[in-house]
């Protein structure tokens, strides 16, 4: 058990340009969360997954903003036509049948 | 809508003496959350309570929530250098599908 992993650490890309990134949580955990955070902020949530299911999305997830887990095992989370306000800390946690949360590294996203 | 408060959001701390951070939350929940995060890094967990009256300590710091005044502290006892960072508490929705962060409490410790 490595922990959660995401991919990749830091991105940086124009306004515009379309991003994509990965998050492989603990094997056997079933349910899986994207957090968004800015600079001085706590953590926002996105969008949770149980299994495969897409189960809440926050308001915060505009049209631009999609997330995937196909097989109930990686997600991916996309944003579309990035823009300057999109960068901030994207964080993944994962949670299986216990209370605890295990959050993943982070990628840091940065549009220019 | 769940909402999490938590003050000071700034402390500045002297080696040595003991400090109280506060997190008032606005709607029933069963499970709240302490975390720490160092500059640059993701959230590492420091404490779950789960009920009233519960009281967690690990090393200088202890937790406890009192479910019916919405209220969790976290206690800093005899502070050191090394506990220099942000630390969120945060809490789960009725759902339990989302946990909802207070803004951070950065701590700053000096000699």
């Known amino acids: 058990d490595t922990g959660v992993s995401q991919n990749p650490r830091h991105k940086i890309t124009k306004r515009g340009q379309n991003v994509t990134f990965r998050c492989d949580p603990i094997?056997?955990?079933?349910?899986l969360y994207w957090y968004r955070q800015t600079l001085g902020q706590g953590p926002e949530f996105l969008t949770y997954?149980?299994?495969?299911?897409?189960?809440?999305k926050s308001r915060l997830l505009s049209d631009r903003f999609s997330a995937e887990r196909p097989k109930g095992s990686f997600s991916t989370l996309e944003i579309q036509r990035t823009e300057q306000g999109d960068s901030a800390m994207y964080l993944c946690?994962?949670?299986?049948?216990?209370?605890?949360?295990?959050f993943g590294s982070g990628t840091r996203l940065t549009v220019v | 809508e769940l909402k999490v408060e938590q003050n000071p959001l700034f402390l500045s701390m002297q080696e040595g003496k003991n400090y109280t951070i506060y997190c008032n939350y606005s709607?029933?929940?069963?499970?709240l959350y302490w975390y720490r995060q160092d500059p640059g890094k993701s959230l590492e967990s420091l404490f779950v309570?789960?009920?009233?009256?519960a009281v967690k300590q690990e090393g200088r710091l202890m937790a406890s929530l009192d479910t019916k005044a919405r209220l969790s502290t976290l206690h800093i006892t005899a502070a050191v250098h090394d506990l220099s960072a942000t630390y969120f508490c945060a809490v789960a929705n009725q759902a339990g599908t989302a946990l909802i962060f207070g803004k951070g409490t950065t701590l700053s410790v000096s000699s």
């Open positions: 997954f149980q299994n495969e299911a897409q189960l809440e």
């Open positions: 309570l789960l009920s009233n009256g």
């Open positions: 094997s056997e955990h079933n349910r």
């Open positions: 946690a994962s949670a299986g049948h216990h209370y605890g949360y295990t």
């Open positions: 709607t029933t929940s069963d499970r």
